[in-house]
């Protein structure tokens, strides 16, 4: 199976294959035997030729992986979605980049914008206290508060949507 | 001695007090939030009581409830770790007058330390040099921005009550001045439940170098020499090493002469630490006291091999100190990184929930401080540290060399964590030359983040394979039939460090 692996920084073109004693990865010309064992729900022990790792896979944000310690962000596509892409679909654009979520859960303390107002990309948007900690959210975009959807005063979990800009 | 001492905190801390204190064979009370039922402190403990729901205003920041506790289960002693009430002199007064002892200097002391006005008016009639700044907390904005032009910019902007880097903002310009101050009264407010705040020059290059020192009640006062806390992110340590690479003998003297005369000066009892200010030209400033026992403190127990923890209790209990200061006699170097559970990646943002697996370095010269275990949920509850990874080795280099290795071995899957972090700061060039100051992370943040972005084409292909494995073996085993495996332990009683 032809996949295609990549991160913010580079793009590498492999094929997977599994046989009998594990996984044969084929890169650039070379041929690597890989072999992981689940030692524990979502951690493997994995070794490349004979090189050892340990890996973590984060159950809630499928694109994160953990090797030897340090989690690295990368996308897997296979065939189909490379095919996709090829016709101009981009599966992986659909999420709205003014769309802001909690990347923290904590409580808000202040929020410096109603809706209607103009933002600039950078500029604090609201305070989520957390751990004791004042953290500045702010926005990703330029744009126009569309809508707000928490209160100051509001404990909010990782994930919640807090604010829209448009 | 005490038969019994209560542990008024959580987390790494009231481990580490407890541990000395069964060392001493003194028992152990634990408290806990409705959060911590089951935190590795409860379970260490040798009696443990429930004091309230989980934000910290109602369990642990609840000295009434604590005060009854002991009472109840029969502390001779109550120690108060750092944080949370090591520092309230209301506390420390009731539990004296309800004929506990409080271990810990006198309230009065606290008093003069813990408020920053009152420890710069304090020292301004001692020989130790203070930082310039501001001698009254902030009440008028326009006055304040007045005093900070006078000082010049850049100024830092501090709370009167706290520490540890809340309620703390550095400000480059006038126009910021304002905002700056909102921020630090509000977060100091919510921290500390005081918002007043005061401001200081900020000093070139400066060094963060702190003395730890110990007095009794027999009118000795000596010092453990120093601890280099440069390494810090908004203002909050990550790595501390003893001895500092940046200080000589004659500077050691002269600073730890002062460490004694600024504990003198408040008359104070038990274990303190005197951070001190540092600059380029190796002028030294004082900049405040903690009344209380230090996060860092295990590096001056690595190199003097003195617990501290227990000089506390002996202080506390009227027993003159161990040792004098001819007799301190320091050996190796120790290093300590803090483990937080936080995004480095993501502007170090609290990340929270199960540790779902977890392996902690040991082998020669390393000690892990903390208080987690498999299966164990981190909260937005409370701080976010999970624990002090120190390494002592016989010289600078091999105790870097050995943080190293021990920060590669150390896993902890499920949450994000500053292992990683840690590990990019040690095997940084300046930061192994030993030439750093406290604006090493804002001068080297993009190249420890670059380093901590960057992956080989190995680890790469390790991640992708990995994930396509995941990926694959969840689509077999929701075929295949269920995969659980049966527990076949004999531990059915498994003693958790619990003395049967």
Same mark, same amino acid.
């Given at each position: ?166 | ?53 989980? !934000? ?72 130790? /040099? ?6 009254? /907390? ?10 900070? #032009? ?14 540890? @880097?809340?309620?703390? +903002? ?14 630090? =009264? ?45 390494? =810090?992110?908004?203002?909050? #340590?990550?790595?501390?090493?003893? !001895? ?75 027993? /003159? ?41 040991? @082998? ?62 040690? +095997? ?73």
């Amino acid at each position: 199976m032809k996949y295609e692996i990549n991160t913010s920084q580079r793009s590498l073109e492999v094929d997977f294959n599994f046989e009998s004693d594990g996984l044969i990865i084929n890169v650039d010309g070379k041929t690597l035997h890989f072999q992981a064992i689940q030692i524990h729900s979502g951690v493997y022990s994995v070794l490349v030729n004979n090189r050892s790792f340990v890996v973590g896979i984060c159950p809630n944000e499928a694109n994160r992986v953990n090797v030897n310690g340090t989690p690295i962000n990368l996308e897997l596509l296979d065939a189909v979605h490379l095919h996709l892409r090829e016709l101009g679909w981009d599966s992986m654009q659909e999420t709205k980049v003014g769309l802001i979520s909690a990347q923290i859960p904590g409580l808000v303390t202040k929020i410096f914008h109603v809706p209607g107002d103009e933002v600039k990309e950078g500029e604090p948007l609201l305070l989520i206290e957390a751990m004791k900690m004042e953290n500045e959210i702010k926005s990703p975009v330029s744009g126009v508060v569309q809508k707000i959807s928490v209160n100051e005063g509001q404990t909010v979990e990782k994930g919640t949507n807090i604010i829209e800009i448009v | 001695m005490f038969k019994k001492i209560l542990i008024a905190n959580r987390g790494e801390i009231a481990l580490r007090v407890m541990r000395t204190c069964r060392e001493m064979g003194i028992e152990v009370v634990a408290v806990f939030s409705e959060a911590d039922r089951t935190a590795p402190h409860v379970l260490f403990a040798d009696e443990a009581y429930l004091i309230g729901p989980a !934000p910290s205003t109602e369990s642990y920041l609840n000295y009434e409830k604590i005060l009854e506790v002991a009472k109840e289960s029969g502390a001779e002693a109550v120690h108060p770790g750092y944080g949370f009430l090591s520092e309230n002199t209301d506390f420390a007064k009731e539990v004296s007058e309800a004929g506990i002892v409080f271990i810990g200097p006198p309230a009065s002391a606290i008093k003069i330390m813990g408020d920053k006005t009152m420890a710069r008016q304090t020292m301004l009639k001692t020989q130790v /040099p203070v930082v310039p700044g501001t001698e009254e /907390p902030i009440a008028d904005i326009a006055v304040a921005l007045n005093v900070a #032009k006078e000082i010049g910019f850049p100024v830092l902007i501090k709370a009167a009550g706290g520490g540890g @880097g809340k309620g703390m +903002r550095i400000v480059h310009a006038a126009t910021d001045f304002e905002d700056a101050v909102g921020k630090a =009264q509000r977060e100091s407010q919510s921290a500390f439940g005081d918002g007043r705040v005061y401001i200081e020059k900020y000093l070139e290059e400066p060094h963060h170098i702190e003395f730890q020192i110990l007095a009794d009640t027999h009118g000795n006062t000596i010092h453990l020499n120093e601890r280099e806390c440069s390494i =810090q992110r908004r203002y909050q #340590k990550v790595i501390e090493e003893s !001895p500092s690479p940046f200080i000589d003998d004659g500077l050691r003297l002269k600073m730890g002469q002062a460490a004694v005369e600024t504990a003198e000066s408040c008359s104070y009892v038990g274990a303190g630490t005197v951070e001190f200010l540092v600059d380029k030209h190796r002028n030294y400033y004082f900049l405040e006291m903690n009344t209380r026992l230090q996060v860092e403190h295990p590096v001056t127990e690595m190199v003097t091999g003195i617990d501290l923890v227990a000089e506390q209790i002996r202080i506390a209990s009227g027993q /003159p100190l161990s040792i004098d200061q001819e007799n301190i006699k320091t050996s190796g170097h120790a290093v300590e990184c803090r483990i937080y559970a936080e995004d480095a990646t993501h502007d170090f943002a609290p990340s929270t929930g199960e540790i779902v697996m977890l392996q902690i370095p040991d @082998g020669t010269g390393t000690r892990f401080d903390g208080a987690i275990r498999q299966g164990i949920e981190i909260t937005p509850y409370y701080d976010p540290m999970l624990g002090k990874l120190i390494c002592w080795a016989k010289d600078r280099e091999s105790a870097l060399n050995r943080s190293e290795r021990a920060l590669r071995e150390f896993y902890i899957g499920g949450i994000e964590t500053t292992i990683q972090f840690c590990r990019a700061v040690i +095997r940084h060039p300046v930061f192994r030359e030993g030439t750093y100051d406290t604006h090493f992370y804002a001068n080297f943040k993009d190249e420890l983040h670059a380093d901590l972005a960057t992956s080989t084409d190995e680890v790469l292909l390790v991640a992708a394979g990995s994930l396509y494995h995941h990926q694959n073996q969840i689509k077999h085993s929701s075929n295949t039939s269920n995969s659980t495996k049966k527990t076949r332990s004999n531990w059915v009683n498994a003693q958790l460090g619990r003395n049967a």
